[in-house]
């Protein structure tokens, strides 16, 4: 059993920077991979980045094209707590954005994870 608890979103003006939250509790093996997606008003869940563990201490992180340069994902081991740093902020980057926790493998497919946070709205005007 996994609940995530997700926060710092907002409205912003274009080019301004928004840090992202999410607060894990549960199981560890069930949220070896923690990632993020977005969606935008009449379009699909997308991937945005995720942060992987694979032994130990040891991870490993992703990001999509998109977003590469601009957006940053880390954790908080004392915090239990997953944060996405989004720099550079363009009116495109507007979309509710998720947190997820899963088992692990294929970190860019949504069907992949497990446990869904409720999702924050990220605003981006120009």
């Known amino acids: 059993q996994v609940q995530l608890v997700e926060s710092g979103g907002g409205l912003v003006q274009a080019g301004g920077s928004l840090r992202l939250s999410c607060a894990a509790s549960g199981r560890t093996s069930s949220r070896n991979t923690m990632g993020w997606f977005r969606q935008a008003p009449g379009k699909e869940r997308d991937f945005v980045s995720a942060i992987v563990w694979s032994s130990g201490s040891a991870y490993y992180t992703y990001y999509a094209d998109s977003v590469k340069g601009r957006f940053t994902i880390s954790r908080d081991n004392a915090k239990n707590t997953v944060y996405l740093q989004i720099n550079s902020l363009k009116p495109e980057d507007t979309a509710v954005y998720y947190c997820?926790?899963?088992?692990?493998?294929?970190?860019?497919?949504?069907?992949?994870?497990?446990?869904w946070g409720q999702g924050t709205q990220v605003t981006v005007s120009s």
């Open positions: 997820a926790a899963g088992p692990g493998g294929f970190y860019w497919m949504p069907s992949k994870y497990n446990y």
